[in-house]
């Protein structure tokens, strides 16, 4: 079935401000904190209706900086990040892609904000391997090309509380594989502060990561 998609510029600054704050394509300037076993900043600044940067760092150096561009069916998004695993290996990663709403294909979700994630990333680094013989772990330098799909959803209870949850897929080159998933929920304390509380499951070949935190957001 082909859909006909259109690559008009998104509605005005008036629409994005009647969006909810944890929707992912929303174009707007944000300053926040979070902890999950280490601080981090994050932030970002609007340029206009349709265009934003975006960035995050944490005390350990893990980073990740991106833009955006908003269309009428959806926000594209270059971004690049670096993430540290338990098991001390690293992954740099160069990710094009971007969420489209499912309202935008004409579906009726009710009271659920669904979005499909997708995209493609290129990412290379360092895998911690455990020598059989030598009975010593060293690092194996990696690289790999990926697709990734996935579905995102928002809940609101009421105009303070909001239900998040997700997850995305991901298959590459070499038989590489991996799944995050997270969830959390997000309270309003008033239009322009949020709280949140998250959780959040990352797998692949690099290795994993398990997060439980805490976040504040300002938006201006």
């Known amino acids: 079935m ?4 259109c690559l008009s510029l998104a509605a005005p600054a008036t629409a994005q401000q009647e969006k909810s704050p944890e929707d992912p394509t929303k174009i ?3 300053a926040g904190v979070s902890y999950s076993d280490e601080f981090s900043v994050s932030g970002s600044l609007a340029f206009g209706p349709v265009t934003k940067v975006n960035a995050r760092i944490s005390e350990s150096g893990q980073w990740s900086l ?3 561009y908003l269309f009428s069916f959806g926000i594209l998004t270059f971004s690049a990040g670096k993430n540290e695993f338990d098991n001390g290996s690293e992954q740099t990663r160069y990710s094009l892609g971007g969420f489209v709403p499912l309202t935008a294909m004409g579906l009726k979700t009710g009271k659920w904000q669904l979005f499909t994630p997708f995209g493609y990333t290129y990412s290379e680094g360092t895998v911690a391997v455990t020598s059989v013989e030598l009975h010593e772990t060293f690092d194996v ?3 790999n090309n990926s697709g990734y799909v996935g579905m995102f959803a928002i809940r609101p209870f009421n105009e303070k509380l909001t239900f998040l949850t997700g997850g995305i897929y991901t298959r590459g080159a070499d038989d590489f594989q991996g799944v ?4 959390g929920l997000s309270y309003h304390l008033t239009e322009a502060d949020t709280v949140a ?10 290795g994993d ?5 805490v976040s504040y957001r300002h938006e201006f």
């Open 28 to 30: 707007a300037t944000k």
């Open 197 to 206: 509380l998250f959780g959040s499951y990352v797998d692949n070949d690099f």
């Open 141 to 143: 330098e990696v690289s």
């Open 209 to 213: 990561e398990q997060k439980l935190g």
């Open 66 to 68: 991106g833009a955006s």
């Open 180 to 183: 995050s998933l997270g969830g």
């Open 2 to 5: 082909a859909v006909a998609i």
